[in-house]
């Protein structure tokens, strides 16, 4: 019992004092949260490291969980870059002073102005489309031009959408919020609950599965699933990739509404110069590339085209709206899709 | 009775006991955390929580629970007879091999189960094309059954042993006045074991509760999709703590209903060998089909539909990045396993040998209840004051010890349920005599029940090392830098819907569990 314990005790000291950050003053590291899970990014990591010497330290874990964790390690955070899929959870790492302003010429050049934040706290790097895809036998496109027409008596019991928790279909009401105020994208809310297809269940991929088998004919989902169902050559979804048409619709006078993955340096990083040096690479062209071509995303960058698949689907009007308007509408957005059933 | 062995060795139990109390306190902390939320967390959304969320999600948890534990007991209590009392075709495998679904993480059941027999699933639409019925498990009874085929074994495992043992002779005496098979095991057997089959779906019932993998992607609604719904859709985490807290309670009465059911039941150690009663014809046909069905239910279809995507596609995978992900599994799962049967061990001596045990003591068990992320948050809002006070030369948060730590919170009551129920059946006599011929309780404890207990510690240890394999959110988050473990690489591929390519890491869990499992099986039932 006694040798046990000591011998117990002695192990979890060393894993208690185990150098998981000694080395994050050294130059030469960057240490990344992320929410990205990606292989894309990890080959990316690897090109910047080939690049500048500089090695990435990664903890991928949940948004909400690694802002608790940033909040929580205060100044003495190892954080030097938090990277997520959502501008809300962006701003809200800015509300919280979780990051700090970045004076950067190559981001600012790289980056559209309403796709990063006005005060250089975040920086958007890909783009995702909330957009709808149809069953090319039975929907006419023209027929589905904004959000809005998915509420019409025509799309009754034919509208496929995952839960309300789904950060997307979040933003995207966080947007409605923005442009029109709470009681209309309310009712567009209950207009869309009224035409579901089936309560929501699964991911996005499964939204376009649903549509392959005849349970819906109209799926809001993100641009980043369907480039990769129709770029997949698994069999079950064949069916699917063959019946799936794309089109972008608008929120009313505005764009079709995007969100970005993006990041921002931590407040306390120790290696900032590495944090922007990596930002700069990521927003760069051949990163821009590798994010478009391997991860089916939109790069932020202009001039850079998306891949051959989503180029296929054509242009589309991104709405402009203040991206850090997302943060400061999504409880609200939430509640409102509460009140509207939205399960 | 602490003054009866206070003649050798005066202060051995109350320096034991200070240390079970300290430790107690430290493991209870999280929670305390979660439940003295209302007075340091603001929850700006609370009125909104109480109104569109609390009532779905609080009759969505119940359905999911009692849901649940019905068809888990009925998968685990007959196979568990009959494997322990009866003899069939087929009899030794399956008492092994009904283990097995230990091994698959719920979510992972669910993702195969959805894509067969959702709505979408391969075998859905080819039974909708052939005979045009539309299948979809994808609903609540389809999410229960889904859980209790996986989590059957907890109920399974310790009713077997309590077939096994301790009932022979009533059995026999039964038997012998005429009563029948059926008679035999509803009015002598059952009563004899519920003890521990309530310990077994005490385990399932928090099992259940905390489960937010599976009952998202079945677009279901429980407590816990609520308390995730508060904190990453109304950026409020105050109101996620509420909630759970109102998780706790629920597993507070659940608690406390299985100790009053298990009462002063009185133990006996058998005197007559065991026999177990030769099926024939139709019954052992049945038996077979029986505990067949369940085995597929539990682990033949999850695993094969994984084995198929494994083998059937092109998965590009690098064994550079399987080994170590391999390694730190077998690392973490062995640390926490062995620190929280350190502390199972001390928390049951106290409660054997000291008077009213702490309340502490009876908070930390209820770790097992609440989601890994809530635990993970509360425990970096400790690590976190330690951390930015600096009293320390290196931080906590981002630990190995840390998350060792967070996972003896979230388990002990998978450490300390076997051992609690184990030592239960020990005859006080025991420790009279001990402490009559002058040993301390620790010399007691030491020599007289601890080797007794050796089975349930096994067990005990296997169990909450299974547990951490599988364990994802805690370990997502509180992990240091670059630090992979299986659960979290399936999880970053499932979460980006590839999941084709997470069957690779989700096979790997079920080799890493399948060793323990085995070894569990082993020692369920003593050497029997």
């Keep these: ?327 400061k509408f999504n409880a609200e957005a939430t509640k409102r899709m509460d009140a509207a059933g939205w399960r | 009775m602490m003054a009866m062995g206070g003649k050798h060795r005066p202060f051995a139990g109350s320096w034991l006991f200070a240390t079970v109390t300290v430790a107690s306190v430290l493991l209870a902390l999280p929670i305390l955390v979660v439940i003295t939320s209302p007075l340091h967390s603001a929850a700006p959304e609370w009125d909104h929580v109480v109104r569109a969320l609390l009532p779905e999600h609080l009759k969505g948890s119940l359905l999911l629970l009692f849901g649940t534990l019905l068809p888990a007991l009925v998968f685990a209590v007959p196979s568990a007879w009959l494997v322990a009392r009866t003899n069939f075709p087929g009899r030794s495998f399956f008492r092994w091999a009904l283990v097995l679904p230990l091994a698959l993480p719920t979510y992972i059941s669910a993702f195969t189960y959805a894509a067969l027999l959702g709505p979408t699933g391969s075998v859905s639409t ?38 096994v043992a301790g009932m022979s002779g009533q059995l026999d005496a039964a038997r012998t006045l005429g009563v029948g098979p059926w008679m035999r095991f509803r009015r002598v057997a059952l009563p004899l074991a519920r003890p521990a089959i309530a310990a077994g779906a005490l385990l399932v019932a928090m099992e259940t509760l905390n489960d937010f993998g599976a009952v998202k992607y079945f677009g279901e609604r429980s407590l816990t999709t609520a308390i995730f719904r508060s904190w990453g859709g109304l950026y409020d985490l105050g109101s996620a703590l509420r909630i759970g807290l109102v998780l706790l309670g629920i597993v507070a009465l659940l608690l406390w209903s299985e100790r009053r059911s298990r009462g002063n039941a009185a133990h006996t150690t058998d005197q007559v060998p065991l026999q177990r009663q030769r099926l024939r014809g139709l019954r052992s046909l049945l038996a077979t089909l029986w505990c067949a069905l369940v085995l597929l239910l539990g682990a033949g279809i999850p695993i094969a539909k994984i084995l198929l995507d494994v083998f059937g596609g092109s998965i590009t995978w690098s064994w550079t990045e399987v080994l170590p992900a391999f390694g730190n599994t077998l690392l973490v799962a062995a640390l926490a396993a062995a620190l929280t049967l350190l502390v199972a061990v001390l928390f049951t001596f106290r409660e054997r040998y000291g008077a009213r045990a702490p309340w502490s003591l009876h908070l930390a068990n209820l770790g097992y209840a609440i989601p890994g992320a809530v635990i993970a948050v509360s425990s970096m809002a400790l690590a976190g004051v330690v951390d930015r006070s600096m009293v320390l030369p290196f931080a906590l948060i981002g630990s190995t010890g840390l998350l060792v730590y967070a996972l003896t919170v979230r388990f002990l009551a998978v450490g300390n349920q076997p051992l609690r129920a184990a030592l239960g059946q ?65 999880y970053e591929l499932a979460s980006i819907e590839q999941l084709r390519e997470a069957s690779l890491p989700a096979l790997f869990i079920v080799l890493c569990g399948l060793l323990p499992v085995l070894l569990l099986d082993r020692m369920a039932d003593g050497r029997a």
Excluded at chain 1, 87 to 98: D, E, N, P, Q, S
Excluded at chain 1, 285 to 305: L, S, T
Excluded at chain 2, 130 to 147: F, S, T
């Design chain 1, 1 to 327: 019992m006694r040798t046990l314990f000591v011998a117990l005790s002695a192990l979890l000291l060393l894993a208690c004092g185990a150098p998981t950050t000694d080395n994050a003053d050294q130059p030469g590291e960057v240490n990344v949260y992320t929410h990205r899970h990606y292989d894309a990014d990890k080959e990316l990591y690897a090109h910047f490291t080939e690049a500048t010497g500089i090695r990435v330290n990664i903890i991928q874990a949940g948004d909400d969980e690694l802002l608790a964790r940033l909040e929580q390690e205060g100044p003495r955070s190892p954080c030097d870059v938090f990277i997520t899929a959502d501008a809300g959870r962006l701003g809200l790492a800015k509300a919280r002073g979780l990051l700090q302003a970045i004076e950067s010429p190559a981001l600012k050049a790289n980056i559209p102005a309403h796709l990063r934040d006005a005060e250089d706290h975040w920086f958007g790097l890909t783009m995702r489309a909330r957009l709808l895809a149809y069953n090319k036998d039975k929907v006419d496109p023209n027929s589905l031009r904004t959000y809005q027409d998915l509420t019409l008596p025509e799309w009754k019991g034919r509208v496929l959408v995952r839960s309300a928790e789904n950060v997307y279909n979040q933003s995207l009401m966080a947007s409605m919020i923005a442009h029109d105020g709470p009681a209309i994208a309310e009712a567009w809310a209950k207009g869309l609950v009224a035409n579901m297809a089936r309560t929501p269940k699964g991911g996005d991929t499964d939204q376009l599965l649903a549509i392959g088998e005849g349970i819906g004919d109209v799926a809001l989902v993100n641009s980043y699933y369907v480039g990769k169902l129709l770029s997949s050559d698994e069999p079950e979804k064949q069916k699917a990739k063959a019946l799936l048409g794309v089109c972008f619709p608008v929120n009313g006078a505005h764009g079709t509404h995007v969100n970005v993955s993006g990041a921002g340096v931590a407040r306390h990083a120790p290696n900032k110069v590495a944090a922007v040096a990596l930002l700069e690479f990521l927003s760069g062209d051949d990163a821009q590339r590798v994010f478009a071509e391997a991860n089916k995303e939109y790069p932020v960058k202009p001039g850079i085209p998306p891949s051959g698949t989503l180029a296929a689907w054509g242009a589309f009007v991104p709405d402009t709206l203040d991206l850090a308007l997302l943060a």
């Design chain 2, 126 to 163: 080819r039974i909708h094309a052939l005979v045009g019925v539309k299948l979809d498990i994808m609903n609540m009874p389809g999410l229960c059954l889904v859980m209790a085929a996986v989590l059957f074994p907890y109920i399974y495992l310790p009713a077997r042993a309590a077939f």
């Design chain 2, 426 to 490: 020990q005859t006080r006599a025991l420790d009279d005599a001990a402490r009559l011929l002058g040993a301390s309780p620790l010399r007691a404890f030491v020599h007289i029940n601890l080797p007794l207990l050796r089975p349930a510690l096994l067990a005990a240890a296997l169990l909450v090392a299974i547990d951490v394999i599988k364990e994802l959110p805690l370990t997502l988050i509180l992990r240091p830098f670059n630090f992979h473990t299986l659960s979290t690489r399936t």
